[in-house]
């Protein structure tokens, strides 16, 4: 595994590799503090790709509080070691300066209107511009083939779907399904800065979307006049449990508008607040089924 952290390396050596090879390039944008989450999606890359490269950079340019950026954990020595045993090509990993040198000042950056707005955009103003910004420079870095997203972070998948398609970068966006922990929590890296007394309450999140989800699935007739009250209801529950809810809205699951009688392909998706943790969470909610793939 080669690691780079000079951004015109990695262009060099991927563009080497494009040049001797005809497979296909994967790349895995992370921010580090790698998981089983992260490694299902390098999984994915390594089965559709001939060669594979992953970014561990916490991007600062999408933290609305520097607080949260300073607590980011940041464990590149462990990632490098799972990433090597995982067969990866490169591992690109650089300083924030490398990325956003000052003499570079950002001058343009990527807006995704409609999409980066609301939901997570609403409640964290900014964070969608530079997470659009930084998968932009990565992708002109790396040029890959093809590139892999959790649907953990479902709008952030559906965001950088709309900017590909929009600036006609020439790659093909794939998604994997969230990988949960056996209580049903959906694993994230901030699930480590849970006290022991937060992470036995933390999985009340996924079973409160999940019996929703199930109360809906009920009554489709009833969509999607039900929904403001049974939200109301999972809302209260979620307090009850000591969370804050941030949101917990049922979008459509193509473009997270509201939805309207006749869809039938929705996603309920719950971002909320645990002792001083914010966690996120969704589930698929389509008509006769449980869950399924973005
Ligand atoms: O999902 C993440 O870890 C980040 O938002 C990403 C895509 C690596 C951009 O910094």
Redesign the pocket.
């Known amino acids: 595994m080669r690691i780079l952290r000079d951004r015109r390396q990695l262009t060099a050596l991927c563009r080497q590799w494009r040049s001797r090879e005809v497979d296909r390039l994967a790349f895995v944008?992370?921010?580090g503090n790698l998981h089983a989450g992260h490694l299902a999606l390098v999984r994915h890359a390594r089965e559709q790709g001939h060669r594979v490269v992953v970014?561990v950079?916490v991007?600062p340019l999408?933290f609305d509080r520097p607080d949260d950026l300073s607590r980011y954990p940041r464990t590149l020595e462990a990632d490098a070691k799972v990433l090597a045993e995982a067969g990866i090509d490169a591992l690109f990993c650089p300083e924030a300066a490398e990325m956003y040198p000052e003499h570079e000042p950002v001058t343009a950056r990527v807006v995704v209107s409609g999409l980066s707005r609301v939901l997570e955009g609403e409640s964290r103003p900014g964070h969608f511009d530079?997470?659009a910004t930084?998968?932009a420079k990565l992708f002109n870095l790396v040029r890959p083939d093809l590139a892999v997203?959790?649907e953990k972070?479902y709008q952030?998948l559906l965001l950088?779907r709309g900017m590909v398609a929009s600036l006609n970068f020439p790659v093909s966006v794939q998604a994997v399904p969230t990988v949960r922990e056996s209580d049903g929590l959906a694993l994230s890296s901030r699930n480590a800065q849970l006290s022991p007394s937060a992470r036995a309450r933390a999985p009340e999140l996924y079973r409160c979307l999940r019996d929703t989800v199930e109360a809906c699935l009920l009554e489709p007739d009833q969509w999607p006049g039900m929904f403001p009250e049974l939200l109301a209801t999972s809302e209260g529950r979620l307090r009850e449990a000591g969370f804050r809810p941030d949101y917990l809205s049922i979008r459509r699951a193509e473009d997270l508008g509201d939805p309207e009688p006749g869809d039938r392909d929705l996603i309920l998706l719950a971002a909320a607040w645990l002792d001083g943790v914010r966690l996120i969470d969704n589930l698929r909610l389509r008509c006769g089924k449980f869950a399924g793939r973005a």
Do not use: A, R
Request: net charge negative; charged share 5%; no cysteine.
């Open positions: 944008p992370t921010m970014s950079f991007n999408q530079g997470v930084v998968v997203f959790g972070d952030q950088i």
